[in-house]
T-cell receptor
């Protein structure tokens, strides 16, 4: 069964800092990996999707990398802003039916003005 | 607009009173899934469905039922809700079990008193 770990669990930084959020997973048999953002009590918003054959994806100030063989992904946030404050969830999409939609516990990010 | 729609968004009910949370997607997706999200426990999968009339248990299926009579709908049924089922529930869908993107509903906040 896929185990997904996100480090750190919580992070508080001043505005403007560059950040790295980490995700590790135990089963490397994945189709892709998706990063989501969740605001308190709200739904999940997809940020980036990296296919298993890709090494990284970029969207604006966000860059996600994937090292499938070692079971790791990182989400890099450049020049953080207070509006980035949210919980970030990592989701490796497993090839095994039961592991298809497994999530990490998330990293709760607070960016202070 | 492509979306996953859950109803209701908020529900307060009493112990033992049967309820159904509906989930509908308009993207002709084969794969659908239900999650519950609790503080400190993250997102946990309740049930999933690979296609019409094909459903299977996730990590925490006790106390829940699902059905998949049509491709677009995947209702979650609580036959006799209990207070420990108070949670934030999410429905998700994806095109198939392959390397496709997952889409989430906006969530249903359920309180059982």
């Amino acid at each position: 069964k896929q185990e997904v770990t996100q480090i750190p669990a919580a992070l508080s930084v001043p505005e403007g800092e560059n950040l790295v959020l980490n995700c590790s997973f135990t089963d490397s048999a994945i189709y892709n990996l998706q990063w989501f953002r969740q605001d308190p009590g709200k739904g999940l918003t997809s940020l980036l999707l990296i296919q298993s054959s890709q090494r990284e994806q970029t969207s604006g100030r966000l860059n996600a990398s994937l090292d499938k063989s070692s079971g790791r992904s990182t989400l890099y946030i450049a020049a953080s802003q207070p509006g980035d404050s949210a919980t970030y969830l990592c989701h490796p999409r497993g090839r095994n039916a039961g592991n298809m939609l497994t999530f990490g516990g998330g990293t709760r990010l607070m960016v202070k003005p | 607009e492509a979306q996953v729609t859950q109803n209701p968004r908020y529900l307060i009910t009493v112990t033992g009173k049967k309820l159904t949370v509906t989930c509908s997607q308009n993207m002709n997706h084969e794969y659908m899934s239900w999650y519950r999200q609790d503080p400190g426990l993250g997102l946990r999968q309740i049930y999933y469905s690979m296609n019409v009339e094909v459903t299977d248990k996730g990590d925490v299926p006790e106390g829940y039922k699902v059905s998949r009579k049509e491709k677009r709908n995947f209702p979650l049924i609580l036959e006799s809700p209990s207070p420990n089922q108070t949670s934030l529930y999410f429905c998700a869908s994806s095109l198939d079990r392959g390397p496709t993107e997952a889409f989430f509903g906006q969530g249903t906040r359920l309180t059982v008193v």
